[in-house]
């Protein structure tokens, strides 16, 4: 794998599961991070990365982001989408305003980060990695409005890798489920936890759920060099399910 040595990158959703292993796993890598999430603060402690909370969905808090990131680092060589929500529920369970939620920070957040960043990261060669879902191309029950918004970051990832190559490499990655705290919360809450993660477990070929560092290995990958000729693709991190 190709070194991030001395890469700037901003990570939306930084302080949480995915975004903050993404985040601690680039800075050993060498690169220089700015991480930005809802919270207030964010317990990454290093030399090279620096933390803004702000909101996805407010263009303004975004743009703030990019600047920091410049201000502090001197250029943008990289974005990592890692903030989302998810919520449950059918046309009948579930109501207008969480339907506009799930589409406001998933797909709206998302194009709001690119659209902030695109001016600096077309100053050089460049990486935008998206995180979406497999349940972007997979429906399961009871998950409309997450699942259409990650099947809509995917379109998005693909046009914006059009509209922006050769200078920029867009892509996305598409877990399964992945033991983070968006998913700890559900199984704790669930009446027989075990059960649950066994059940979990189960949808997987490889008899497992995700760990963060297996999406990690996949971001850093279309981050990097390593996959220099690659553009506008969706990899399925998720256990061998299809
Ligand atoms: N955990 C899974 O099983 C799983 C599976 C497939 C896809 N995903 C996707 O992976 C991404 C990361 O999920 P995770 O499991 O690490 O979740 P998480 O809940 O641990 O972290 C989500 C992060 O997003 C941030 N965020 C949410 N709304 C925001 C907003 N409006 N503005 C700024 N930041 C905001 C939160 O503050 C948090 O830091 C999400 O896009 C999620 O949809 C997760």
């Keep these: 794998m190709h070194s ?17 292993a993404i985040s601690k796993r680039f800075l050993s890598e060498g690169a220089k991070v700015v991480g930005f999430s809802l919270e ?7 030399p090279s990365f620096e933390y803004m909370s702000g909101d996805v969905t407010n263009l303004q808090d975004c743009m703030r982001a990019v600047e920091t990131t410049v201000e502090k680092f001197g ?8 903030a989302g929500i998810t919520r449950e529920g059918t046309l009948e369970t579930m109501s207008m305003d ?16 690119c659209k902030a960043s695109i001016g600096e990261l077309k100053k050089q060669p460049s990486t935008i990695v998206n995180i979406s879902s497999n349940m972007a191309v997979k429906a399961i029950p ?33 877990p399964g489920i992945v033991d983070t705290p968006m998913i700890q919360k559900r199984i ?42 690659i553009t506008g693709i969706h990899l399925p991190v998720c256990g061998g399910d299809k």
């Design 75 to 82: 250029k943008l060589d990289g974005l990592v989408n890692s």
């Design 40 to 46: 207030k603060t964010c317990d990454i402690i290093h």
């Design 188 to 229: 704790r809450e669930s009446e027989d936890p075990q059960k649950m993660l066994d059940l979990y477990a189960g949808f997987y070929p490889l008899k497992r759920i995700g760990t963060v560092e297996d999406i990690v290995e996949a971001v850093l990958y279309l981050s990097c060099d390593a996959s220099a000729w």
């Design 4 to 20: 991030l040595n001395d890469r700037v990158f901003l990570v939306s959703g930084a302080a949480s599961g995915m975004g903050k």
């Design 142 to 174: 009871e998950r409309v409005s997450y699942n259409a918004s990650k099947a809509a970051v995917n379109m998005m990832t693909e046009c914006i890798a059009l509209d922006y190559a050769p200078r920029v490499r867009a892509n996305t990655v598409m």
């Design 98 to 113: 969480t339907f506009r939620q799930t589409f406001e920070i998933n797909v709206y957040g998302t194009f709001a980060m």
